[in-house]
T-cell receptor, first 118, second 112 residues
């Protein structure tokens, strides 16, 4: 399977606990994105990487959130001291760079990691 | 500030008829627009796109129309099929800026 993989698919945690999500992008894609989706809303941009470099972080990403992409392959999104407001679907997407035309604009998403904070 | 708006949260259409999903945007710097479809428990999947230099793009049953002066685009699905029942997200991007902005989505139900 050459799609974007996310793990775990579901995570239930208690408020105050730390959680970590993993994303494995399509292997030849060097751009990787994290989005968050809450009920009734579209995906909201959180951050993105070009290879291992984190190029932008949204103001939505508080200091409790940290994302890494060591070696430019898989990425992790960690949320420390979770709050109930963190409950959402966390989506990872990837795309290639250096592609002309529509391919440069199309993100391929994973199935997401759903977080429930009790 | 919501830069991409989808003012209809839901839409119901009879099988075989046309589905029209609408999207408005506020940022005139957007130069690429995309539609994604999302089924429950899955990530969004790319459906069709259009560059700002065009006013129409067609792919099988799906056609996207862009009206730049009105900052409006629409997705037409003809004929609609029950398998088209999903949430449809309109999205936009500036080529010089690597962030895709999504609208809140429209839930389409195609009734057999």
């Amino acid at each position: 399977d050459t799609g974007v993989s996310q793990d775990p698919r579901h995570k239930i945690t208690k408020r105050g606990q730390n959680v970590t999500f993993r994303c494995d992008p399509i292997s030849e894609h060097n751009r990787l994105y994290w989005y968050r989706q809450t009920l009734g809303q579209g995906p909201e941009f959180l951050t993105y990487f070009q290879n291992e470099a984190q190029l932008e972080k949204s103001r939505l990403l508080s200091d409790r959130f940290s994302a890494e992409r060591p070696k430019g392959s898989f990425s992790t999104l960690e949320i420390q001291r979770t709050e109930q407001g963190d409950s959402a679907m966390y989506l990872c997407a990837s795309r290639p760079t250096g592609t002309k035309g529509s391919g440069a604009n199309v993100l391929t998403f994973g199935a997401g990691s759903r977080l429930t904070v009790l | 500030d919501q830069q991409v708006k989808q003012n209809s949260p839901s839409l119901s259409v009879q099988e075989g008829r046309i589905s029209i999903l609408n999207c408005d945007y506020t940022n005139s710097m957007f130069d690429y627009f995309l539609w994604y479809k999302k089924y429950p428990a899955e990530g969004p999947t790319f459906l069709i796109s259009i560059s700002s230099i065009k006013d129409k793009n067609e792919d099988g049953r799906f056609t996207v129309f862009l009206n730049k002066s009105a900052k409006h685009l629409s997705l037409h699905i003809v004929p609609s099929q029950p398998g088209d029942s999903a949430v449809y997200f309109c999205a936009a991007r500036k080529t010089s800026y690597d962030k895709v902005i999504f609208g809140p989505g429209t839930s389409l139900s195609v009734i057999p």
